[in-house]
């Protein structure tokens, strides 16, 4: 059974930082790429960030870039999103999924329905 479990997420002062992780489970960690989303109340699910476990590939969107860094520790299969200078527009319900690597090249591009396996979610909220 394949599992994705997001953690680290809270309250944070605006301009604070927060960790998440997403610990995966029940896949071969290589052969996938694991992207962070994010869901705001009354707002559409987005993607933030990517990576692709294989070659370590990232991308992220023009409003986390140069704030937000993805990473990997291949032998915990565990995937971080590190989140600094956060603002008040962050708060969102935030989400890591899971994507063969074998379709082709995955970057913040994609949409949500292309991931194949999500976890529940990890609320941040950054106040101001």
């Known amino acids: 059974e394949v599992q994705l479990v997001e953690s680290g997420g809270g309250l944070v002062q605006a301009g604070g930082s927060l960790r998440l992780s997403c610990a995966a489970s029940g896949i071969t960690f290589d052969d996938y790429a694991i992207g962070w989303f994010r869901q705001a109340p009354g707002k559409e699910r987005e993607a933030v960030s990517t990576i692709t476990l294989t070659d370590g590939s990232t991308d992220y969107s023009n409003a986390v870039k140069g704030r937000f860094t993805i990473s990997s520790d291949n032998a915990k299969n565990t995937v971080y999103l590190q989140m600094d200078s956060l603002k008040p527009e962050d708060t969102a319900n935030y989400f890591c999924?899971?994507?063969?690597?074998?379709?082709?090249?995955?970057?913040?591009?994609?949409?949500?329905?292309?991931?194949?396996?999500w976890g529940r979610g990890t609320q941040v909220t950054v106040s101001t």
């Open positions: 999924a899971a994507r063969t690597r074998w379709l082709g090249r995955v970057g913040v591009d994609l949409a949500w329905y292309e991931f194949d396996y």
